[in-house]
């Protein structure tokens, strides 16, 4: 479910660029240019809001994160306990 909603932000962060960019291009008005504003400041919103929801997840422990960053930690962690 917690993807599932991630990946629902993530691609509303995706539709607002779009959408910035449409009226950008296409739409060369003052109105449009308060479209565009209104569409990217949206977008740095719910990117801001998906980094501190993130964050919030990994720290509570409910999304375990995988990959690099993951294996350099956990080989930090075995060096440290080898050293005691």
Known sequence: MI????????????????S????LVKHKEDASSQKTARALTFRIGLSVLLFI??????AT?????HG???RIHSQKSTVTESIK
Do not use: E
């Open 20 to 23: 910035a960019l449409y009226h």
């Open 68 to 70: 690099i960053g993951s």
């Open 53 to 58: 929801f993130v964050f919030i997840l990994v």
């Open 3 to 18: 993807k599932i909603a991630l990946i629902a932000v993530f691609l509303m962060i995706i539709f607002s660029l779009g």
């Open 61 to 65: 422990g409910i999304v375990k994160p």
